[in-house]
């Protein structure tokens, strides 16, 4: 990941860069929000389980 940080500068240098270096934001980006919307949902998913259900079966031996 380092390299390829450091193939970005230079193309930047070299003029080439505010293209790629936009799309290499806007992908970043869209893959933290990402990543936030699966961690609420795996958190959510868990906490949802925790839980014991809120209807219980009918037991029958009374």
Do not use: D
Request: hydrophobic share 55%; with cysteine.
């Amino acid at each position: 990941m380092f390299e390829y940080l450091l193939r970005v500068k230079a193309l930047h240098r070299l003029g080439m860069g505010r293209p790629f270096l936009a799309a290499f934001i806007a992908i970043f980006v869209g893959a933290v929000i990402a990543g936030v919307i699966y961690a609420c949902v795996v958190f959510h998913a868990v906490n949802e389980r925790s839980h014991p259900p809120h209807v219980h079966a009918h037991s029958s031996s009374q």
